[in-house]
């Protein structure tokens, strides 16, 4: 089994910044890409930013300029930092992972979600 711990969220005034983490443990061979989602009420889930194993990004055009995605391969961990946010950005924010388990099978896992809130 593989978990996913993320950490970070809160509030934060308009032009704030907030530095998001997202740990992975437990039956991991390896991971692919990683990637940071959100989801605000009565919206869909939309994808924010992802990573390739080899340090490629892609990002939604609404956080261009502004969010940077990264990762530590040997922490099995995921960050988003977060500047000059905006009341939109409020959204619970969802880390997902693509791992191959210690079976050797390929496996996508969500986090549990953390919530962040832009506001005055």
């Known amino acids: 089994q593989v978990q996913l711990v993320e950490s970070g969220g809160g509030l934060v005034q308009p032009g704030g910044s907030l530095r998001l983490s997202c740990v992975a443990s437990?039956?991991?061979?390896?991971?692919?890409?990683m990637g940071w989602y959100r989801q605000a009420p009565g919206k869909e889930r939309e994808l924010v930013a992802d990573?390739?194993?080899?340090?490629?990004?892609n990002y939604a055009d609404s956080v261009k300029g502004r969010f940077t995605i990264s990762r530590d391969n040997a922490k099995n961990t995921l960050y988003l930092q977060m500047n000059s946010l905006k009341p939109e950005d409020t959204a619970v924010y969802y880390c997902?992972?693509?791992?191959?388990?210690?079976?050797?099978?390929?496996?996508?896992?969500w986090g549990q979600g953390t919530q962040v809130t832009v506001s005055s």
């Open positions: 437990g039956s991991i061979f390896s991971i692919n890409a």
């Open positions: 997902n992972v693509e791992v191959i388990t210690t079976a050797r099978v390929w496996k996508d896992y």
């Open positions: 990573i390739s194993s080899g340090g490629s990004t």
